[in-house]
């Protein structure tokens, strides 16, 4: 019985730790030794892990999922762009998207 009981318990980690993946975007930093969470708007395994080393800001706002899900904000607050930039590449790509 206890070892049934355990089973249950591990089987639920492992089952919220899957969801926790699948809910959350992992940024890994510029200098690859922090990463950020950013809550997904939908369960999906799209840009689970994204890093943003080597990559150009714009190509980083274009992509839908990570925009739509504050990606700018991030960028802002590690102060690789402004807000006024965040908010015209945002427009820009919003814009493209309709």
Sequence with gaps: MLKTIRNYILIAIAAYGLYFVVDHHFI????????????????????????????KIESIMKIDDLRRDGIGDLLVELEMITEEEKNKLEAKFDAEEE
């Design 28 to 55: 890994i930093d510029v200098d690859g030794k922090d990463f950020y969470l950013l809550k997904k708007s939908e369960l999906t395994l799209a840009y689970t892990f994204f890093n943003i080393k080597d990559r």
